[in-house]
């Protein structure tokens, strides 16, 4: 039996998590598969009633994926309410290298995601700056509020 891994993030605007995503990962907005336009018309193609497709649902990208195969299909579900409440799960941004890289050059190469992430729309939560414990990370929240590390 194969595994595919999808993370599957609720939001109130897929437009703009898939917007902020693929700048932060790398990833690109998933094409609609078969040579449809759009999701809707792959969907509606498919036989999904049109009282099952929320207003706006499927005319753009809701989902993204590494252009390079090898990362997970992040898929931005549409939900009505805004987070209330901490995420339990989140997505670390490992780009340091781990501790087998200078620490001096895991914090360049961290700050360097987190200013990228900040102009696409990242606020920033807690700096983590550790050097005697050979430590250093950024928790920040997406558009939405959902946290997410760079480490």
């Excluded at 898939?18 to 609609?32: D, K, R």
């Excluded at 009633?49 to 499927?58: Q, S």
């Amino acid at each position: 039996m194969e595994l595919t891994l999808q993370v599957t993030i609720d939001c109130v605007d897929p437009r703009r998590q898939v917007a902020f995503w693929t700048e932060a990962l790398g990833y690109i907005p998933e094409p609609a598969p078969g040579g449809h336009a759009t999701w809707r018309d792959y969907w509606a193609d498919m036989g999904v009633p049109e009282d099952e497709l929320t207003d706006g649902a499927g005319d753009a990208p809701e989902s993204v994926v590494d252009p390079s195969g090898k990362g997970p299909r992040i898929w931005f579900q549409r939900v009505p309410e805004s987070k209330v409440v901490k995420n339990r799960v989140h997505l670390d941004l490992k780009v340091g290298g781990g501790r087998a890289v200078p620490f001096a050059e895991r914090r360049k190469r961290v700050t360097t995601v987190v200013d990228r992430v900040i102009n696409a729309g990242a606020s920033v939560l807690r700096v983590m700056d550790m050097p005697d414990m050979d430590h250093y990370a950024v928790v920040l929240q997406d558009p939405e509020g959902n946290e997410f590390c760079v480490v």
